[in-house]
Nanobody
Framework: QVQLVESGGGLVQAGGSLKLSCSASIRHFSAYAMGWFRQVPGEDREFVAGISRGGGSTMYGDSVKGRFTVSRDSSNNTVHLQMDDLKAEDTAVYYC???????????????WGRGTQVTVFS
């Protein structure tokens, strides 16, 4: 059984930083690409960032490039999302996902966490 649990969300002022973590209870963690998505009510789930199985390749959504950094720690089965220079438009529920490859399509990811709320105020 695969379980992904996000943490680290909260309330932050614009320009500030937050670091999200996703703890994965998953056999063979290194066999999975890991990703982050976000969603606001009434909108589609948006790709934020992804990291390949070995961690050697990353991908970012256009809206977060240069501000967010994804990383993974295979010793702890954890993936992180460092978010800097946060903007009000980053406000959303952030979801962790696991799958075969990094892709921007949410339908192609196999497992999902329940999400953590990030709220950025001006």
């Amino acid at each position: 059984q695969v379980q992904l649990v996000e943490s680290g969300g909260g309330l932050v002022q614009a320009g500030g930083s937050l670091k999200l973590s996703c703890s994965a209870s998953i056999r063979h963690f290194s066999a999975y690409a890991m990703g982050w998505f976000r969603q606001v009510p009434g909108e589609d789930r948006e790709f934020v960032a992804g990291i390949s199985r070995g961690g050697g390749s990353t991908m970012y959504g256009d809206s977060v490039k240069g501000r967010f950094t994804v990383s993974r720690d295979s010793s702890n089965n954890t993936v992180h999302l460092q978010m800097d220079d946060l903007k009000a438009e980053d406000t959303a529920v952030y979801y962790c996902a696991a799958g075969g490859v990094v892709t921007m399509s949410p339908r192609r990811w196999n497992y999902w966490g329940r999400g953590t709320q990030v709220t950025v105020f001006s």
